[in-house]
Structures are given as structure tokens and as C-alpha cells.
């Protein structure tokens, strides 16, 4: 039995056939298209898996991890446990007699900064855990560096919570459970699709801490006038958003122009150069993204260098003021966007001081485009 134990063969048959698992290589699996397809039987539909495999495939074609890909892996990584550091291998005293004596064997000896010569031609660099692998493929990148244990925080601040998917907010317990929390969040303006999900997961990665909900009632940044466009928006489909009041007054209410679609770049250009003259500071045109392409030269309508006008989309919005707004075609916000109307919400709210929506109409050849004030 001990003979057996020792054998060399033996080590490496275990090493190879239970050896540790990282994370990011069980993820990359999922880039095989059928493998995908037979884990997520009876889990996902056809479609969710293929675009689970692709997403995987994406990342290998650019060596690049995405936001959403982080918490797979960290999620991951809970299940398969922590990595443990391989055993360095003792050399033989033979081996270290020689490497010592390269120059003897002759050899020239190329050193770099606390590296042996003998280590300098290796392929990878020494750190203080190991061995990192300089690397030289998109799969090596992603496999580049070690993940470490999550750390434990005493205090956990979070801002937009509702656009924390489940995932993350999993991640997020783990590393949270003896902390406390500071969560700051809308749930009106959430860009995740099933909010009773996210919720659950929420609460989930609180656990059984006391929670103390305090109610942000005052809008200082949108005029009343915008916002209370704004606000019939969203009850109109979430009679329940936790709405706070605007206790600004311009005097001057919402442009919403309908438009023919193919008239989108001009009406838009249009909206832009008067609303120029009528603030000092930045204008922001929010746009789906059927039309950013079209719509991309009117930052160039200030003459390209005061950099005024900006052309994005409305998820890039996020926690940003404009001083006036642009909103086009809000039915395809709301369409192309997985939170909906509640994306769309996000836009409307942008403006501090001025705003012109343009919505997409089908209209009789000749009639002009008709400007309502709500």
C-alpha cells in the first residue's frame, strides 16, 4: 500500500482527474453551445442557453470579463471553495548544484531583480504567491492573475440598488454578513427586469439585520413641470412608484412633439439648436438605439469643442443632470430596454431645466409635426 501511495503515477493520475477547479474555467465551459444546451435543460429555454453560450464566447474573443460575468464567476467560486496554492517541488540537489553553476556549464547568466538566473527564461513571473503566467492568448488573459477568498466588510454602501441583479446581490451578502448596510435606491427607475427576484435576493443577502427605511420626498433636481410629466409616465403602468415632490418652478412645461419617423434627425436638430438659446449649460439627447447613429452629428452643433450636447443612451443616464433634454422615440426606450417603462422613467428625469420629447407617429403626407404642452 505505501508503494502505492508513493508512486509517482499515482500522484499524477489524482492530480489530473481531481484536481482544483477555478471559477473562471467552469465558466468558460459554458462557450461550448451544446454543452450549454444539456446543463441548462429544464432551467433555461433554448434561447437563454444560446445566448448564455455566446455571451461566454464573447468574452473569450475579447479577453475581456464583463460586470455580469464577475458574480457568475464569484458565485461559482463559493460553490467550488477556494483554490489552494500547489506545493512547490523540492529540486534535487543536483539540479540546485547545477542551476547555481550555469556559467560553469557555459552559459552566460541573465538576472533580472530578485529573480535567479535560472528563473529569468521561465514564462512566467514570481510574486509573492506564486507564479503568474505572462499571458499570450484572449483565454490566458481571462485566466490571468489568482481569485482571492471574499473579505468581510464592516460597512457596505450601496447606490442604485435597483439595478443590482440577483447575482450580485449574492456576492454582495457574502461579503456583508456581519457588516451594515447603506442602501440608496428607486425602485421607479430599476433597469432589472423581475423586480420581485432582485427583492428576494435583496433580502436575502440582508439576512436577519434589523432594517430602518427612510423616504427621500423631495426632488431638487428636475422643475415641476418636468417632473410631473415624469410621474404620470410611470403611474401610469407603476401606480405604486415611490414618487417624491419637485419644489422647482420654471414656468415652462415639456415640448412632446410628434414626429415621422423619417424626420427624426432634423425635428431632433431642431429641438438641440433651441434649446441652446435657452440654457447656459449641457444638453443631452437620449435616444434608443435605432437612432444613435443618425443622431451622433448634432454634438457637433456647438461647433465640436464646448462639448454641450451629448448623444446617449438612456441606461448611460444614470445618476447624471442635464441641464435640458432631448427625449427620442420613447416607445422604443421602453421597448428595447428590459425595465421598461421604468428605463424610460430614468430618461424623463434627467432635465433640470428644459425638455422636448419627440415621439414617433405614422402621419399623413404634408402634415406638419404637432407641438403639445401637456
Not at 433634454?325 to 421602453?334: F, L
Not at 422613467?345 to 407617429?361: I, Q, S
Amino acid at each position: 500500500m505505501d508503494k502505492f501511495l508513493d508512486h509517482m503515477n499515482v500522484e499524477a493520475f489524482l492530480r489530473q482527474w481531481w484536481r482544483p477547479l477555478d471559477a473562471r474555467e467552469v465558466l468558460l465551459w459554458l462557450a461550448d453551445p451544446e454543452r450549454t444546451r444539456r446543463y441548462a435543460a429544464g432551467i433555461l429555454s433554448e434561447a437563454q442557453a444560446t445566448l448564455l453560450s455566446d455571451s461566454v464566447q464573447a468574452a473569450i474573443n475579447t479577453g475581456t470579463w464583463s460586470v455580469a460575468d464577475v458574480a457568475l464567476i464569484d458565485d461559482i467560486a463559493s460553490r467550488l471553495g477556494s483554490m489552494r496554492e500547489p506545493e512547490r517541488e523540492e529540486r534535487a540537489f543536483y539540479e540546485v548544484e547545477e542551476l547555481d553553476d550555469v556559467p560553469g556549464h557555459g552559459v552566460s547568466g541573465v538576472t533580472t531583480r530578485d529573480t535567479a538566473p535560472w528563473e529569468a527564461t521561465r514564462p512566467w513571473a514570481a510574486t509573492g504567491t506564486g507564479y503568474e503566467v505572462t499571458p499570450h492568448t484572449m483565454r490566458e488573459r481571462l485566466m490571468n492573475g489568482r481569485l482571492e477568498d471574499p473579505k468581510e466588510y464592516a460597512h457596505v454602501l450601496i447606490d442604485e440598488a435597483q439595478d443590482i441583479s440577483p447575482m450580485q446581490w449574492r456576492m454582495l451578502g457574502r461579503r456583508g454578513r456581519w457588516s451594515s448596510w447603506t442602501v440608496v435606491g428607486d425602485a421607479a427607475q430599476a433597469s432589472w427586469a423581475d423586480a420581485a427576484e432582485a427583492r428576494l435576493a435583496r433580502e436575502q443577502a440582508f439576512g436577519s439585520k434589523v432594517r430602518s427605511l427612510f423616504h427621500m420626498d423631495t426632488n431638487y433636481r428636475n422643475a415641476r413641470e418636468i417632473f410631473a410629466y415624469a410621474a404620470d409616465v410611470i403611474r401610469a403602468e407603476v401606480p405604486d412608484a415611490d414618487i417624491p415632490q419637485a419644489v422647482r418652478d420654471t414656468g415652462v412645461s415639456p415640448i412632446i412633439t410628434s414626429v415621422a419617423a423619417d424626420a427624426i434627425p432634423a425635428a431632433a436638430a431642431d429641438a438641440v439648436e433651441a434649446l441652446l438659446g435657452e440654457v447656459e449649460g449641457s444638453v443631452a439627447v437620449i435616444s434608443p438605439a435605432r437612432w444613435i447613429r443618425s443622431l451622433a452629428s448634432l454634438t457637433s452643433l456647438t461647433g465640436g469643442s464646448s462639448g454641450r450636447v451629448n448623444v446617449v443612451g438612456p441606461m448611460s443616464t444614470k445618476g447624471l443632470e442635464y441641464d435640458a433634454t432631448v427625449i427620442v422615440d420613447p416607445a422604443e426606450i421602453t421597448a428595447e430596454s428590459p425595465g421598461g417603462i421604468r428605463v424610460l422613467y430614468v430618461a424623463l428625469t434627467r432635465a433640470a431645466h428644459r425638455m422636448t420629447v419627440l415621439e414617433v407617429t405614422k402621419m399623413t403626407e404634408g402634415q406638419p409635426p404637432t407641438r403639445l404642452l401637456p
